[in-house]
């Protein structure tokens, strides 16, 4: 195993190099650096500190103000002597109005972005693929450095993919001027989950190899190369499930002995952590340039060529949030950025101000995971309106139809700000991008009853498990991510949270007599397991996203292409035959334990809706450190 290799030179210069350092302060400008590393990742085209689903700014998001934190860092490191390299780490395509059917004669947002900034290479993360090989390589085809995936290959002649698998980059060091310049290899993976997540799209395409082998194996080549010092680019996390194909392999990659340093992604956290230890220089810049991953690497020339003798690791923020949740800009937005990225800002937000629709009632999501979520019911109202007459024809028009919806903005770790709110009264398209983020496309499976009932028990796993009498638990594992949260529109059911969850997260079977739906009913009956059902659902779930097994093995019916955002547009925009799924009630509740609360987290927007929740007697809602709202629910 990497781990237990006999400790060799390198080994013991870095170890060294981790004694050394961390008795560094990072904002000492006199500590010797040779080579400053900026990162950022998970970027979601929040380029502009500016939030396009309600139009206004927020100074907690945008690759505006991390400019400046790059300028900053780059004038450091100057005035130490310090060459720098500018790193980006994927998923930066997807994610805002702004990125979205960009004019393809001109050069793409985010391209333009980091030409401005001065960019040295970009790895790519899965949502990169989110519109396609095609549209990948219409955004890359003007990228200012190199962009890396040393994962991902053609699956046939045919497919020309727009990156390349590593790349060797140079620099002086200007410490050492009668040194060679330091030759730094770069690599970047993704999960190779992306393939089922974009399987309408990538399937029969490409090959996406394990992220540890790919990177073993690139890390390999670029030391052959003559490569001193390598990088990896890795666009996953930190995972409890570390084996061969894991989703979040940050940690294995970290024992890969060739790689000297890594840039996490993916998940949206922070790294360095005080809980989270390295014997090598990881960051994670969390997401939305929330902020810069700042690596100083302390090198020196010997006999043996150039060797990494010190490291040090921090974040920068851009903003900074006070104790009631208020955010406060710790720099400006970077002027030279902004003006290039104008043109672009005002036709996207000239484009989402167009109006679709009306409704009678708010739509949010801030308490989606323990009360009625009329924004998810519209959701799933719009995709099985746009599925019925696609199955008019069909033998399935006679089954039961049935919704399958998820939150898309929840908080959690994309922070108390990120969650659907969209007023009554008119809508416009940037209110439709709201009620649905991704670019999912609608599928419909059939499935039994028995199906649908494990379907619901997954998605349960969302919630831990609560003692009955205790008053402390948090409802939400944070551990499950929000998104995988399905709730499915025709049903009526309970959850059960004093059960232990039926599946982990990985879709195995963790508890074959635990259930925790309860009381499950369809048109007033309780659920036949035998019966089969027809279920309007993305693509993403269809594709495995989620690990949900029993919907990617279940049978598919043919569909054209369709985005789900497309058929929330039509059914806002529309006066199709009534939806019999709209007119029925919430379609899930948490089961009654008497003498038993849980905490709920929300975000401080929620505050002006907290009447929805009168019937809970709730007491006030306290803010807490990280800028949520903390409600105690009785169940």
Same mark, same amino acid.
């Given at each position: 195993?990497?781990?237990?290799?006999?400790?060799?030179?390198?080994?013991?210069?870095?170890?060294?190099?981790?004694?050394?350092?961390?008795?560094?302060?990072?904002?000492?400008?006199?500590?010797?650096?040779?080579?400053?590393?900026?990162?950022?990742?998970?970027?979601?085209?929040?380029?502009?500190?500016?939030?396009?689903?309600?139009?206004?700014?927020?100074?907690?998001?945008?690759?505006?103000?991390?400019?400046?934190?790059?300028?900053? *860092?780059?004038?450091?490191?100057?005035?130490?002597?310090?060459?720098?390299?500018?790193?980006?780490?994927?998923?930066?395509?997807?994610?805002?109005?702004?990125?979205?059917?960009?004019?393809?004669?001109?050069?793409?947002?985010?391209?333009?972005?980091?030409?401005?900034?001065?960019?040295?290479?970009?790895?790519?993360?899965?949502?990169?693929?989110?519109?396609?090989?095609?549209?990948?390589?219409?955004?890359?085809?003007?990228?200012?450095?190199?962009?890396?995936?040393?994962?991902?290959?053609?699956?046939?002649?045919?497919?020309?993919?727009?990156?390349?698998?590593?790349?060797?980059?140079?620099?002086?060091?200007?410490?050492?001027?009668?040194?060679?310049?330091?030759?730094?290899?770069?690599?970047?993976?993704?999960?190779?989950?992306?393939?089922?997540?974009?399987?309408?799209?990538?399937?029969?395409?490409?090959?996406?190899?394990?992220?540890?082998?790919?990177?073993?194996? /690139?890390?390999?080549?670029?030391?052959?190369?003559?490569?001193?010092?390598?990088?990896?680019?890795?666009?996953?996390?930190?995972?409890?499930?570390?084996?061969?194909?894991?989703?979040?392999?940050?940690?294995?990659?970290?024992?890969?002995?060739?790689?000297?340093?890594?840039?996490?992604?993916?998940?949206?956290?922070?790294?360095?952590?005080?809980?989270?230890?390295?014997?090598?220089?990881?960051?994670?810049?969390? *997401?939305?340039?929330?902020?810069?991953?700042?690596?100083?690497? #302390?090198?020196?020339?010997?006999?043996?060529?150039?060797?990494?003798?010190?490291?040090?690791?921090?974040?920068?923020?851009?903003?900074?949030?006070?104790?009631?949740?208020?955010?406060?800009?710790?720099?400006?937005?970077?002027?030279?950025?902004? /003006?290039?990225?104008?043109?672009?800002?005002?036709? /996207?937000?000239?484009?989402?101000?167009?109006?679709?629709?009306?409704?009678? #009632?708010?739509?949010?999501?801030?308490?989606?995971?323990?009360?009625?979520?009329?924004?998810?019911?519209?959701?799933?109202?719009?995709?099985?309106? *746009?599925?019925?007459?696609?199955?008019?024809?069909?033998?399935?028009?006679?089954?039961?139809?049935?919704?399958?919806?998820?939150?898309?903005?929840?908080?959690?770790?994309?922070?108390?700000?990120?969650?659907?709110?969209?007023?009554?009264?008119?809508?416009?398209?940037?209110?439709?991008?709201?009620?649905?983020?991704?670019?999912?496309? !609608?599928?419909?499976?059939?499935?039994?009853?028995?199906?649908?009932?494990?379907?619901?028990?997954?998605?349960?796993?969302?919630?831990?498990?609560?003692?009955?009498?205790?008053?402390?638990?948090?409802?939400?594992?944070?551990?499950?991510?929000?998104?995988?949260?399905?709730?499915?529109?025709?049903?009526?059911?309970?959850?059960?949270?004093?059960?232990?969850?039926?599946?982990?997260?990985?879709?195995?079977?963790?508890?074959?007599?635990?259930?925790?739906?309860?009381?499950?009913?369809?048109?007033?009956?309780?659920?036949?397991?035998?019966?089969?059902?027809?279920?309007?659902?993305?693509?993403?779930?269809?594709?495995?996203?989620?690990?949900?097994?029993?919907?990617?093995?279940?049978?598919?019916?043919?569909?054209?292409?369709?985005?789900?955002?497309?058929?929330?547009?039509?059914?806002?925009?529309?006066?199709?035959?009534?939806?019999? !799924?709209?007119?029925?009630?919430?379609?899930?509740?948490?089961?009654? !334990?008497?003498?038993?609360?849980?905490?709920?987290? /929300?975000?401080?927007?929620?505050?002006?809706?907290?009447?929805?929740?009168?019937?809970?007697?709730?007491?006030?809602?306290?803010?807490?450190?990280?800028?949520? !709202?903390?409600?105690?629910?009785?169940?």
């Amino acid at each position: 195993m990497e781990g237990r290799r006999p400790v060799g030179r390198r080994e013991q210069i870095r170890r060294q190099a981790h004694r050394t350092v961390t008795e560094r302060d990072l904002s000492n400008p006199n500590h010797p650096v040779s080579l400053r590393v900026l990162a950022t990742t998970d970027l979601h085209m929040n380029l502009l500190g500016h939030d396009y689903y309600c139009d206004r700014t927020n100074p907690g998001i945008g690759l505006s103000r991390t400019a400046s934190l790059i300028s900053q *860092a780059r004038s450091e490191a100057a005035s130490m002597g310090a060459a720098t390299l500018l790193l980006d780490n994927g998923d930066g395509l997807q994610g805002t109005p702004l990125g979205e059917q960009p004019d393809a004669a001109s050069q793409h947002p985010l391209m333009r972005a980091f030409q401005v900034l001065g960019y040295d290479a970009i790895g790519l993360g899965n949502h990169d693929f989110n519109y396609g090989i095609e549209a990948l390589s219409r955004a890359l085809q003007t990228a200012p450095c190199p962009v890396i995936c040393s994962n991902m290959t053609a699956a046939d002649d045919a497919t020309q993919l727009p990156f390349v698998g590593s790349a060797i980059l140079e620099r002086e060091i200007l410490d050492a001027p009668k040194a060679p310049p330091i030759k730094i290899g770069l690599l970047s993976v993704l999960p190779v989950q992306t393939l089922r997540w974009d399987a309408h799209l990538l399937e029969g395409r490409v090959q996406i190899a394990d992220m540890v082998q790919a990177a073993r194996q /690139t890390a390999t080549t670029l030391r052959a190369a003559g490569c001193d010092l390598v990088i990896a680019l890795a666009h996953t996390g930190l995972g409890h499930v570390t084996g061969p194909g894991c989703e979040n392999a940050l940690r294995p990659l970290a024992l890969v002995g060739e790689i000297d340093a890594l840039v996490g992604g993916h998940t949206h956290l922070l790294l360095p952590d005080p809980d989270t230890v390295f014997t090598k220089p990881v960051v994670m810049p969390g *997401a939305f340039g929330s902020h810069l991953g700042v690596i100083d690497l #302390q090198m020196q020339h010997g006999p043996d060529g150039w060797q990494l003798a010190g490291w040090d690791c921090a974040l920068r923020a851009i903003a900074h949030r006070d104790s009631e949740g208020r955010l406060t800009p710790l720099v400006d937005e970077d002027p030279v950025l902004t /003006t290039a990225l104008a043109k672009d800002h005002i036709a /996207t937000r000239a484009r989402m101000d167009q109006p679709v629709g009306h409704s009678s #009632q708010a739509l949010h999501s801030y308490f989606t995971f323990f009360a009625p979520d009329q924004a998810l019911a519209l959701v799933a109202n719009a995709q099985a309106a *746009a599925l019925r007459p696609l199955l008019s024809d069909r033998a399935e028009a006679d089954l039961p139809l049935l919704s399958a919806v998820s939150p898309n903005k929840y908080g959690a770790r994309s922070g108390p700000d990120y969650y659907t709110d969209v007023a009554a009264g008119p809508l416009c398209r940037r209110h439709v991008a709201d009620l649905h983020v991704f670019p999912n496309e !609608l599928r419909a499976v059939v499935l039994s009853g028995a199906q649908v009932l494990d379907w619901l028990e997954m998605s349960a796993g969302l919630f831990n498990q609560v003692s009955p009498g205790t008053s402390d638990t948090a409802l939400v594992n944070p551990d499950r991510a929000g998104h995988h949260f399905d709730v499915l529109h025709g049903l009526h059911y309970q959850i059960d949270v004093s059960a232990p969850p039926r599946f982990h997260a990985s879709g195995q079977l963790a508890d074959i007599q635990s259930h925790r739906i309860r009381n499950a009913t369809w048109n007033g009956q309780p659920l036949d397991k035998t019966q089969q059902f027809v279920v309007a659902v993305n693509s993403y779930r269809v594709g495995g996203g989620g690990n949900f097994n029993m919907v990617q093995q279940a049978r598919q019916i043919s569909l054209p292409r369709r985005p789900i955002q497309l058929a929330i547009y039509d059914y806002l925009n529309s006066t199709p035959p009534a939806e019999p !799924l709209a007119i029925a009630a919430s379609p899930w509740q948490l089961a009654s !334990l008497p003498g038993t609360e849980v905490l709920a987290f /929300t975000g401080p927007a929620a505050r002006p809706h907290l009447g929805e929740l009168d019937h809970l007697s709730l007491p006030p809602a306290e803010p807490t450190a990280d800028g949520f !709202l903390r409600l105690r629910l009785p169940l």
